[in-house]
Nanobody, 127 residues
Framework: QLQASGGGVAQPGASPRLSCAAS????????AGWFRQAPGKEREIVAA????????YRIDSVKGRFTISRDNAKNTVYLQMNNLKPEDAAVYYC??????????????????????WGQGTLVTVSS
């Protein structure tokens, strides 16, 4: 089970941090990722991290602004969002899968086959 938190209303340029807490499984065996879905758009991957935290992936539009990390001792994955832009507004979901990197980064629809999903947290960007 995954529980996402940290969303809310933020101004452009703000630096909110999303958290995703896992329970009930050996989370350190799972790759994890953050996805987002804006109204009328397909869900897209934002960032992903390997099970041990040493490898990360980010889409081009967030490189240099967003950072994904994890703390396996706390069973938690984070998405640090810096310099927030209006186009970042969306519902953000965390997910986990033993092969998330392969499933979600090589195929735009691969997210549909991920094992675990959080409930989503809304990020609104407004001045």
């Amino acid at each position: 089970q995954l529980q996402a938190s940290g969303g809310g209303v933020a101004q452009p340029g703000a630096s909110p941090r999303l958290s995703c807490a896992a329970s009930g499984r050996a989370f350190s065996n799972y790759e994890a990722g953050w996805f987002r879905q804006a109204p009328g758009k397909e869900r897209e991957i934002v960032a992903a991290v390997t099970s041990d935290g040493t490898g990360t992936y980010r889409i081009d539009s967030v490189k240099g602004r967003f950072t994904i990390s994890r703390d396996n001792a706390k069973n938690t994955v984070y998405l640090q969002m810096n310099n927030l832009k209006p186009e970042d507004a969306a519902v953000y979901y965390c997910a986990a899968d033993r092969r998330l990197m392969q499933k979600a980064t090589l195929n735009a629809s691969g997210y549909k086959y991920l094992e675990l999903w959080g409930q989503g947290t809304l990020v609104t960007v407004s001045s």
